[in-house]
């Protein structure tokens, strides 16, 4: 289920009825995933993995993926195995950005 705060992102970063901006998509969708929007959150975390709209930063999707509090947003094998291949040191950087 969509949110009107995901929504408007994700149809920039896909160009969906307005020109394509990556990297505004990746602005609001930050915005909207520090207001605890899952499913921005995930987007987030799974662009964060793959480099796509904005540097790729294992460590910082680790903790967007973690910031998540609804499990819904969770089930995402793809962003879920890639996360386990983070090193112990990847892991605790990525835990000691959210205390």
């Known amino acids: 289920m969509s949110t009107p705060r995901s929504n408007t992102p994700i149809a920039l970063f896909n160009g969906t009825g307005t020109p394509k901006n990556e990297a505004a998509a990746v602005t609001l969708l930050g915005k909207a995933a520090r207001q605890n929007s899952p499913i921005a959150q995930n987007r987030l975390a799974r662009l964060l993995l793959s480099g796509q709209g904005t540097p790729m930063d294992k460590v910082e999707s680790l903790e967007m993926a ?10 995402t094998p793809v962003l879920d195995e890639a996360l386990s291949s983070l090193s112990p040191e990847d892991r605790a950087r990525g835990g000691s950005r959210r205390a």
Do not use: G, V
């Open 66 to 75: 973690s910031y998540r509090e609804n499990p819904p947003a969770r089930a």
